[in-house]
């Protein structure tokens, strides 16, 4: 009758035990899962980087102008963003108003700008068209 009304106090061996095998397995879990996160957080910013880059030179190309624009077609430069190198390219042609994936073509009246945007992470590639009217 003593011992049922002695009070419990503190945790076991067994419990103490579980308590650390259960932290030396959710620890490295959660280290392998903030890891994870932080390296896709930085991978989305190489892809808003390439895109801005991309969104800049194509913009870049639509201020020359309808007639003025093909100076571009072939150019290439490099730029760095946060210790991040990006190589970017444009083609400059005219295609067809029914196909504007298709071939280039003369004398259309409107020009597809692509841009292409390369860095460690893989390519990005910004479209724009450009009309003559």
Avoid: H, W
Wanted: include cysteine; aromatic fraction near 6%.
């Amino acid at each position: 009758m003593i011992s049922m009304l002695r009070r419990k106090e503190g945790f076991t061996l067994i419990e103490v035990i579980l308590i650390i095998v259960i932290t030396a397995i959710a620890i490295p879990v959660l280290i392998y899962v903030l890891g994870q996160q932080a390296r896709f957080t930085v991978d989305n910013e190489k892809v808003v980087n390439a895109a801005l880059l991309g969104q800049d030179l194509v913009e870049l190309v639509r201020s020359e102008g309808y007639a003025t624009a093909d100076v571009y077609n072939g150019y290439a430069d490099t730029k760095t963003l946060s210790s991040v190198q990006y190589s970017r390219s444009a083609e400059v042609c005219e295609v067809n108003a029914t196909d504007l994936d298709g071939t280039c073509s003369l004398g259309t009246g409107i020009k597809r700008i692509t841009v292409t945007v390369t860095s460690d992470l893989g390519s990005t590639q910004v479209v724009s068209l450009l009309a003559d009217f």
